[in-house]
């Protein structure tokens, strides 16, 4: 699936999300062992801080889809909670719509919204149908939007005959497709989803990336999306942002995470029946390129080339072979973040550091 939809707001515009130097600091205490160790701490604790975010900055526009990244304990859902004014920041300044995250006016929070995966804003015994009548009074939604946007939301995430069941009766995804229904409803401008298709089954999985993908194309919603479902992140969003201990250690999007990581590429060209006779020219004028062929055949030949370079690259084989049909070897997301991993020596536990590149601190 691709990401289509309207461009994301020009950079003169004013972001509608912006972290400026933020960090995140939350204290704790740290307990000594045995039992003397419990009895030393009702008379002194020793404090100790632990860093959840340090010097964050990041931009974020009108219509961008931005996938948030990072392994367990790297600060994704801290920074959602403070771009979203849960909580404040400890440093630095975070900031929505313009205002200051963590002292938005009312109107303000109805422009947002936050759908947390482990969380639910539905009320539990209610019928979802009840629950979403409820936010229409609190959003002050004109009666005939919200049947429309009801009936059209429950068909395009298929629980047009779930409306009436109690909340709690429904499976898991039928719950967190519910929970999305009721986020949207009002018709916010930036949506936050905190690891929404966890636990999911496949089919629930794609059908709300599906949904997602569509108010993108058709209303332009910003989102922020957070996932450890890499899948969700490719196919949904067009920014990736990569956190590694607190820090950002990548922004940008799936063809600049793939040229920093990924190396080389191997493109497959398919050819007219004995279009592979001669590749002289052919290998003259990829030269200067850095690519080089690989593998040939009667019918097709096989290209390897920078990742940095296959714009340049695709062309002259246009211009070169009677060009029967492409294939561009594909690097899933999950397979650059791996890489990412083992490049930093301590696979599966944090993020590569020392990378150049947009937004690399």
Partial sequence: MSVQGPPAGSATEAPVLEARAVGKVFETFERAPGMLGVLKNFVARKKVDVTALADIDLS???????????????????????????????????????RDSFNLTNAEKSRLALVMGQKSQLWWDLPPIDS?????????IDSGVFESRVQAFTRMLDVEDRLKIQLRQLSLGQRMKMEIIGAFLHDPDVVFLDEPTIGLD????????????????????????????????EETCRRIIVLDEGRIAFDGDLAGLTNQVAGKRAVEVHVEPGGTKNLGPLEAALAPLG???TARAADSVTILVDAVRMRDVVPVL??????????????PLEHLVREIYSQSGRAGASLARGREGPGAT
């Avoid at 072979?321 to 070897?329: K, P």
């Fill in 60 to 98: 974020i526009h009108r219509g961008e889809t931005v996938g948030l990244i990072g392994a367990n304990g790297a600060g994704k859902t801290t920074l959602v909670k403070i771009l979203t004014g849960i909580v404040p920041a400890s440093s630095g300044e975070a900031r929505l719509l313009g």
């Fill in 132 to 140: 979403f009548h409820l936010l229409r009074e609190i959003y002050s």
């Fill in 202 to 233: 496949l089919v629930s999985r794609e059908t709300i990336r599906q949904f997602l993908v569509k108010l993108a194309e058709e209303r332009g919603v910003t989102y922020v999306l957070t996932s450890h479902d890499l899948e969700d992140i």
């Fill in 291 to 293: 690519a080089e062929i």
């Fill in 318 to 331: 246009f211009e070169n072979l009677a060009v029967r049909d492409l294939s561009i070897e594909r690097q």
